[in-house]
């Protein structure tokens, strides 16, 4: 894999707080395999979380949260997910252009605009937003009545679970807004001659689904959080508004995501194929003298006309999507799963 478009190298803010924290050196040290520093970062606060801070509250009087409401626990697993889909994502958007060739076939000021998906400033912009909004929300809304609600909302949240947020975010929405964009900006035309019929943008379409069931993963998860109590019968709980509206919107901003960035692949890839089909329309009527009437026509150059016309049988066994049947069938069920998921417990209420 070509490192030039290695999307790792670029600054990651899981990355960033687990060695702020001393986790890379912990990585290294371990006896074995290292293991990435985030998984160790978020493992360990999560199991803070529930091994120390929910114990003590269960001693001195509360009750611990996975006895309450056992279903968080898919809360800590959708961080664990969201670590694993940056770091997927990343990885792919590196294998998707070098797959693709880029960098052999867009010029040096082209290959710029590949380097990174968002800059550093962008994400601390938007963390420092976020921090905001968990501060306010935590003071204002939900209040912080003991040491563990203040440790769990203002520092776990902020320190551990937001970064995995923002940049889970941001890196999905580049797979699936800027990468389609910057491929049809660069004018990264199609490998008529992929052996898969992609065009050459068959690990772009792969990277496109597989970031799509991640996102469908942790919405399935969400819906676990928050349905959970319906789902463990616990006494007097209904989803509130909020949370069914969040669902939803959830769903529906996935859903545009990946219908936005295959469409825009499918206009890319449509449109060259046209505008080749019809170079080689012209190709034709040079090559056949009166080429529209098939009684009479004759032809003038018939290395012309049989290299036209192989040219042309690439092209149309060329698809027009960076997808097979078997992959659309596979999105459409993912589309729909936590929706029919949503309306089925919704009818049971």
């Known amino acids: 894999m070509s490192r030039e478009f290695d999307a790792r190298d670029e600054r990651n803010l899981i990355e960033y707080m687990a060695a702020l924290f001393g986790f890379s050196r912990l990585s290294t040290a371990l006896p074995g395999r290292d293991i990435y520093p985030p998984y160790l970062y ?7 979380d529930v091994c120390v801070l929910q114990v003590y509250v269960h ?6 949260i996975l006895l309450q409401t056992p279903n968080v626990v898919a809360g800590y697993v959708a961080v664990l997910l969201g670590v694993y889909g940056v770091r997927y994502m990343s ?9 693709i060739r880029a960098q052999d076939r867009v010029d040096s000021s082209g290959i710029a605009r590949f380097q990174r998906l968002f800059g550093w400033r962008t994400k601390i912009g938007i963390y420092v937003v976020a921090v905001a909004v968990l501060y306010a929300n935590a003071v204002l809304n939900v209040g ?7 440790i769990n909302f203002l520092f776990t949240w902020e320190f551990v679970f937001l970064p995995v947020i923002v940049e ?4 999905y929405y580049g797979i699936h807004v800027r990468l389609p964009r910057r491929i049809k900006k660069a004018e ?7 052996p898969r019929n992609m065009g050459g943008f068959a690990a772009v379409g792969q990277l496109l689904k597989r970031s799509y069931y991640i996102y469908t993963a942790g919405l399935l998860l969400f819906f676990v959080l928050v349905y959970g109590p319906v789902l463990f019968s616990v006494s007097g709980y209904v989803p509130g508004l909020f949370e069914l509206a969040f669902f939803s919107t959830a769903w529906f901003a996935g859903l545009l995501s990946i219908g936005y960035s295959m469409y825009t692949m499918h206009r890319l890839m449509s449109a060259e194929k046209e505008q080749r089909i019809r170079e080689l329309e012209d190709q034709l009527h040079r090559a056949i003298e009166n080429p ?7 032809v003038t150059d018939q290395e012309q006309l049989d290299d036209a016309r192989r040219r042309l049988e ?7 999507y960076p997808a097979t049947f078997t992959m659309w069938s596979q999105i459409a069920i993912s589309v729909l799963l936590p929706q029919l998921l949503q309306l089925t417990v919704q009818t049971a209420l």
């Open 42 to 48: 978020v493992g360990f606060f999560s199991l803070l």
């Open 59 to 64: 001693l001195t009087g509360g009750t611990h």
């Open 91 to 99: 990885s792919g958007y590196g294998d998707a252009l070098a797959a």
């Open 144 to 150: 912080v009545p003991n040491r563990v609600t203040a």
């Open 168 to 171: 889970f975010a941001l890196t």
């Open 188 to 194: 990264i035309g199609l490998f008529f001659y992929d």
């Open 292 to 298: 529209y009437d098939i009684t009479d026509s004759r």
């Open 314 to 320: 690439e092209i149309r066994n060329t698809r027009v």
